[in-house]
């Protein structure tokens, strides 16, 4: 007898004959799995399941859970018959087609030749879809009519996420299936356990109320059914499934069916106070995080939710996420707008810059990288309440997002079964839209008892330059490092905090893989004292900081060779042969450009290195079947050239770099109060802007970098007219249009003036007169047509490749590939001539 898990319909019956050997229980166990409908992505290209799930959906009247179970049973019904229906027909089609095409070309042969076709591609098309969803292989989404290429791919995403044996209590190794499946369960239900919480009221003393009531009223306003389907639209269509079988595609492409139930459904948990019954239970699958893990500790457990939880969650976060910078302290840089992970990246590599170039001063400073031991699951949900309690969140929103987090139930989801069910009572979902900006609600308890001893003087912390502001910590999500004088003393508030943290918020410190790194000044006695009273070892290189190099040394390309050994792991991947030339196209652009594009946000790569990576690509693009080497027909340059100028669009890796780091400067002078900011301003060009700032001796390579980039900058601005008191007539860019962009190219007999001079500063009009017996006639007619505002403003720089003014990588590209200077001009080794030169 069977019953669907989270419906209320009735009790059915389903016949299941399994092999009676045991070497064959594997199997049997794998077909009973799949007898739970799982809406398969390929059923949407078929004509008759719309009418199915509509007469489904409307012949019940009763709840969603209810509606939702039997149609679970229609389509299965449904899915039968289509099944049988298609038995053999891809391979029949195939036969027939061969046949007519055989045939003498008659108008009645010709017209079955086309319908068989597209009966044939429809096969095809179904199959292709079925194996993709499978696949995830999310960067191919066109190019390849390539049912092999997912094939392959679903096969081996599949036998690495089978989990054929685990290390179980006692040390013991076991096989067996239900032995696994009981001991993830107790290990995940021993997780998400309370702890309880210890005494609050120091750490939340330190946090500030940041919520007005204004932003509360609109937290709390009520939800409207746009807001829910605005978050259906923000979710991937075939996501991994809940434990109802049901993807987000089902509701995206069945909303004028489904639609109504689904606003009633979630409006009614929003807004009148209704409960997610047992529509938020959760599957926990385990991700290897290392080749044949053997230990629990070795995965990474993922949360599926189901789709109409998600909706809910969603919903909420996106209000959230409106405000969540209000709260959360500048040095975390994750999931807040206007934030980027390379924020983190840029000031990890000036602090330690600035520490291993310390060599003077009696004290030394210490950088503790600090990992933090199942983050998400561990946080306990009375802190994370009362932190937000306290940051002036109102009690309707906290319950909101309470009844989010603390209604689920679980079951681990073992190689496609669950195990049995339990509750938690603590913990964070990974894979729950909320779990994000929670925990960074969470992390801030950890920015308070920092900022509280910053603020009663009992640590200093570290400084990239003298007049920079002070750093205590800095924070991406669970990525921690901690600032603070090298002393025993420095290290015993150190430990005093983290203990404090672990006990209120639940986290947990892993000491083993904790590491200290120090300023160059820091006597050998005062390492060892630290080291001792933290319980961490000692390093004298980070290595990595958010996947990223923490030191680039001389030699440059060895430190990015990781770059490389991606690319080339990812081309020879044996998946990769099954790809045709259009699959090729896609998979260069959405895979193997993609690599090193972190690393170049932040970076300037040697050009070298950048041709030896075109090189991979390019041979990886002519290379014929079975990895043998094909002629190069052109020049990676030519391919590099836009698909209407004859290329393939592909990318220059050098200007590209060029590009992405000309961001960051833009980012500097347009965020001038931005902690990444204030760092870079304070060491590199205190009294000038970016710019005009100049290279230093002992400057760091990110510094370096992003000032390489500062000429395409320059090249690509342009003045939007205010005020005019801070333009100059000659010397600035201001006139739109303007082939040649000074002035001081077309006009030699006049000196230098503001363009204020030329706007009547009452009526706010351009002094036509003036304008027009100074200035060339054509040149005078472009001026006159720059709109001025009626009130007075200041000047503000607009980037000239976007109409809105906002800078864009996209555009900075264009613009270098379109510049016939050489584009070696910006390589490093000139940055570095520019330098000696000035010496």
Not at 270 to 278: I, P, V
Not at 473 to 492: K, P, Q, S, V, Y
Not at 568 to 585: A, D, M, P, T, Y
Not at 628 to 635: A, R, S, V
């Amino acid at each position: 007898m069977v019953k669907e898990e989270n419906t209320d319909v009735k009790w059915r019956f389903t016949g299941f004959y399994g092999s009676p050997y045991a070497q064959n229980k594997t199997e049997s166990r794998g077909r009973w799995r799949h007898l739970k409908l799982k809406f398969e992505a390929w059923w949407t290209i078929e004509e008759t399941v719309e009418e199915t799930i509509k007469k489904s959906w409307n012949s019940n009247s009763g709840t969603i859970v209810e509606k939702l179970g039997k149609l679970q049973v229609d389509l299965k019904e449904w899915a039968s018959s289509i099944k049988k229906g298609k038995e053999g027909l891809k391979k029949k089609l195939t036969e027939e087609l061969e046949v007519l095409l055989e045939k003498e070309r008659t108008d009645d042969t010709l017209a079955k030749i086309i319908d068989t076709r597209v009966q044939l591609n429809m096969e095809i098309d179904r199959d292709e879809i079925y194996w993709e969803q499978r696949a995830r292989a999310n960067w191919l989404k066109v190019g390849d009519k390539n049912s092999v290429f997912f094939h392959n791919y679903a096969l081996a995403r599949k036998k690495m996420n089978m989990i054929s044996r685990l290390e179980v209590r006692g040390g013991r190794l076991t096989s067996e299936e239900s032995e696994i499946s009981e001991e993830a369960t107790s290990f995940f239900q021993e997780m998400f356990m309370s702890r309880r919480v210890g005494d609050l009221s120091h750490i939340l003393s330190g946090i500030k109320e940041c919520i007005s009531s204004d932003i509360n009223d609109s937290l709390v306003a009520t939800f409207t059914a746009e807001e829910v389907f605005v978050a259906l639209k923000e979710m991937g269509p075939t996501k991994a499934r809940g434990p109802d079988g049901f993807p987000t595609l089902f509701f995206q492409r069945y909303w004028h069916i489904v639609g109504g139930d689904v606003v009633n459904f979630c409006l009614g948990i929003l807004n009148d106070d209704q409960s997610f019954g047992k529509l938020n239970s959760t599957d926990i699958v385990l991700i290897p995080k290392v080749k044949n893990p053997i230990n629990l500790a070795n995965f990474r457990p993922i949360s599926l939710c189901m789709i109409l939880y998600k909706i809910v969650a969603k919903t909420v976060a996106n209000r959230l996420q409106r405000v969540i910078g209000k709260c959360i302290d500048e040095a975390q840089s994750a999931f807040v707008p206007g934030r980027l992970i390379s924020d983190n990246v840029l000031l990890a590599y000036e602090m330690l810059h600035t520490f291993r170039r310390k060599r003077t001063g009696t004290k030394g400073f210490m950088a503790v990288k600090v990992d933090m031991s199942k983050a998400y699951d561990r946080v306990e949900w009375d802190f994370l309440k009362e932190v937000m309690l306290k940051m002036g969140f109102g009690k309707k929103w906290v319950d909101l997002i309470l009844k989010c987090i603390t209604t689920t139930s679980f079951a681990v989801n073992i190689n496609g079964k669950r195990g049995r069910t339990f509750n938690a009572t603590r913990g964070l979902r990974q894979g729950d839209p909320l779990s994000p900006f929670l925990f960074l609600l969470c992390s801030e308890g950890l920015s308070a008892l920092m900022r509280m001893v910053l603020k009663e003087g009992l640590l200093k912390g570290a400084k990239a330059s003298r007049g920079g502001p002070e750093l205590m910590h800095l924070l991406f999500a669970d990525d921690c490092i901690l600032f603070g004088e090298a002393t025993r003393e420095g290290a015993n508030l150190l430990k005093g905090i983290l203990k404090e943290y672990e006990r209120c918020s639940g986290q947990c410190v892993n000491f083993d893989k904790s590491i200290i790194f120090y300023s160059s000044n820091t006597t050998e006695e005062h390492r060892g004292a630290v080291a001792a009273v933290l319980g961490m070892r000692n390093s004298t290189n980070m290595k990595q900081y958010l996947s990223l190099p923490s030191v680039v040394g001389r030699r440059k390309k060895d430190s990015f060779q990781v770059l490389k050994e991606k690319i080339l792991f990812r081309i020879k991947g044996w998946s990769n042969r099954f790809l045709s030339q259009g699959g090729k196209e896609v998979f260069i652009k959405s895979v193997l450009q993609a690599i090193p594009t972190y690393a170049m946000t932040c970076f300037l790569l040697p050009n070298s290195f950048c041709r030896e990576i075109e090189q991979l690509m390019s041979r990886f693009w002519w290379q014929k079947a079975h990895g043998k080497k094909g002629i190069h027909w052109c020049q990676w340059k030519d391919l590099c050239q836009s698909k209407e100028q004859g290329g393939m669009g592909f990318r220059d890796m050098a200007k590209f770099n060029m590009a992405l780091l000309t961001k960051q400067g833009w980012r500097l002078m347009n965020n001038p109060d931005s902690l990444v900011a204030r760092v870079f301003k304070a060491k590199y060009f205190p009294k000038e802007n970016f710019l005009n700032s100049r290279l230093k001796i002992n400057c760091s390579f990110t510094w370096k970098s992003i000032w390489a980039a500062k000429g395409i900058l320059i090249d690509g601005l342009c003045w939007k007219v205010g005020s005019g008191k801070d333009i100059s007539v000659l010397n600035d860019v201001w006139i739109p249009d303007l082939q040649m962009l000074r002035l001081s190219h077309h006009v030699n007999n006049f000196s230098d003036f503001k363009v204020a001079e030329l706007i009547e500063a009452n009526s706010r009009e351009w002094k036509i007169e003036v304008i027009e017996s100074t200035f060339p006639a054509a040149i005078a007619a472009k001026i006159v047509c720059i709109p001025l505002a009626k009130a007075a403003h200041d000047d503000l720089l607009a980037w000239r490749g976007e109409s809105t003014g906002e800078f864009t990588v996209r555009s900075a590209y264009t613009l270098l590939q379109n510049n016939e200077t050489d584009p070696t001009a910006y390589a490093l080794h000139n940055v570095y001539r520019e330098f000696y030169r000035r010496l």
